[in-house]
């Protein structure tokens, strides 16, 4: 499967009539691009924390804002002449409650209902595996592109195309989707059985398709979710290109970031707000004449008739079908879980998290990572919507016999910063001394003794971990495999379960499993 076919949309710019009452050509055209990326979920506003004069701050985004504010602009762009391209950068649903609802069913009926023109696959689009995706986008057929994945007959993953042609206010744009290269090592197995291809290549290689076919595209528009850095490297291989919109990594672009001539845009996460950027061609050539990005942050609820009720609906729908089991208080906290990105420390919700996974499997040694924990939360009442926040994902617990050997390699890997993700642990202290951002190993001790590389050990962890992902090959090759079923979120609340049932709250360790050497 090649391009995804795309109803013909003309938006046509303003002009002016001429005094035989034909129209004469606009001197430019304005084309809109509104984009979202990274919205995990997310239905409800989230505190707009950036705002410092209000306690509590207002409330910014969530699913229904971002729909009446897609739905006023096309409007507003109706009235004005302006055309309009409305795109997402990825990871649409995993990340909350009412995301998971049917595995991402609900946000992607949402979507359909927002007005996007095409959206770009994100790596969590495939957290329940290749085949769920595929049945996602047949339940909710959603404008889905991924050019840089293959399936192993050579041919798009079903449902999704590489990229589209759409014609815009008299401007041809081809939209490419592209993600991650590094998604085989951060989600689901079953997407390394997908042939990946680096984004610049995949552009290369759809540029000289068009120009074969004689197809013309006057701006080309990749969206991505491979994060800003990699979108730098896609703009100094493809010079020309003058707009990338991008996603993974989270970034706040207020007003973009350049790359030589290109623009790289990305709104942060979450749905708290929406990117918008205004383009201005030459209408005779089609040359980009000026272009200015910024962030639109949405306070408040869409006024009567600004909205569109049938998003409003669907919210409310998942909510209250959430609500039911989430915002029941299951426990008390008495110390903050918080959590960080100090290379030099370990925090409290992971060593709350590895220190309940050890007892669980009676393992020497657990360990997580730091990119699965996903928030901090205060002290006090706790909610199941709570832990949600801090685990969003389905991974139970595989506990697996390996070498000291082996735990020397990841471990040092992760903790000396050349791994993909932090890593937490319960059962290691590990001895370092300070290297500037990130410290060099000393020793790991268990149970106050070294390593040693031919002992055994047995170590429990999280089944992302244990099936390769962030490239920790070594829980692949460890002996052993004993897979529990109970899922991270539920071991938290049993905790929490337990100590409320004595009328106590549950004090997470605060302490540092890192001890600096002089």
């Known amino acids: 499967m090649g391009a995804l076919l795309v109803p013909f949309l003309l938006i046509a710019a303003s002009s002016e009539a001429a005094q035989d009452g034909a129209s004469e050509a606009p001197e430019r055209l304005h084309l809109i691009v509104l984009h979202t990326n990274d919205m995990h979920g997310q239905v409800v506003p989230l505190p707009a924390t950036w705002v410092k004069d209000q306690d509590p701050p207002p409330t910014s985004g969530g699913l229904n804002r971002i729909g009446a504010y897609i739905k006023r602009t096309r409007d507003a762009a109706a009235e004005e002449g302006a055309a309009i391209l409305v795109v997402d950068g990825g990871d649409w649903y995993q990340g909350t409650p009412e995301g998971g609802l049917d595995k991402g069913l609900g946000i992607l009926k949402v979507m359909m209902l927002m007005g996007y023109d095409l959206v770009t696959v994100g790596n969590h689009e495939f957290d329940h595996g290749v085949a769920h995706f595929e049945e996602l986008l047949k339940s909710a057929p959603l404008p889905a592109l991924l050019a840089n994945a293959r399936t192993k007959t050579g041919g798009t993953i079903p449902g999704t195309g590489e990229y589209s042609v759409l014609e815009r206010g008299g401007l041809s744009i081809c939209v490419v989707g592209m993600c991650s290269v590094q998604t085989p090592e951060m989600s689901h197995v079953s997407t390394r059985d997908l042939e990946w291809e680096e984004p610049a290549d995949t552009l290369t290689r759809i540029k000289k398709e068009l120009a074969e076919r004689e197809v013309n595209v006057d701006f080309w528009l990749p969206v991505t979710h491979c994060g800003v850095y990699d979108d730098k490297k896609l703009a100094k291989a493809h010079p020309d290109l003058e707009l990338i919109v991008g996603g993974h990594t989270h970034t706040v672009l207020h007003k973009g970031e350049r790359e030589g001539r290109t623009l790289i845009v990305q709104a942060g996460s979450k749905a708290r707000s929406i990117g918008r950027v205004d383009l201005w061609f030459d209408a005779e050539t089609k040359s980009l004449l000026r272009g200015e990005a910024r962030l639109v942050n949405l306070y408040g609820e869409p006024a009567e008739g600004e909205g569109v009720p049938a998003i409003a609906a669907a919210c409310d729908e998942m909510l209250r079908r959430s609500a039911i089991a989430m915002d029941k208080v299951i426990g008390r906290l008495d110390g903050a879980l918080g959590r960080g990105k100090d290379a030099y420390a370990t925090t409290a919700s992971g060593n709350l998290i590895t220190d309940l996974m050890r007892a669980h499997a009676g393992a020497q040694v657990a360990i997580h990572n730091r ?65 500037g951002r990130y410290p060099t190993v000393v020793a790991l001790l268990v149970d106050g003794q070294k390593l040693v590389p031919t002992q055994e050990y047995k170590v429990t962890t999280n089944s992302f971990l244990a099936n390769g992902g962030d490239a920790y090959i070594e829980f692949q090759q460890a002996r052993e495999r004993v897979t529990d079923p109970i899922l991270q979120r539920t071991l938290l609340e049993n905790a929490l379960a337990r100590e409320w049932k004595e009328g106590r709250g549950l004090t997470p360790s605060a302490e540092n499993r890192f001890v600096i050497l002089p």
Request: cysteine-free; overall charge positive.
């Open 371 to 435: 990119g699965g924990i996903r928030a901090g939360i205060e002290a006090g009442e706790v909610t199941r919507r709570d832990l949600f926040r801090i685990l969003p994902f389905d991974n139970n617990l595989v506990t697996l016999t390996m070498t000291g050997s082996q735990l020397t390699d990841l471990l040092t890997r992760s903790l000396e910063g050349r791994g993909r993700s932090g890593l937490e642990f319960s059962g290691i202290v590990a001895q370092v001394k300070r290297n």
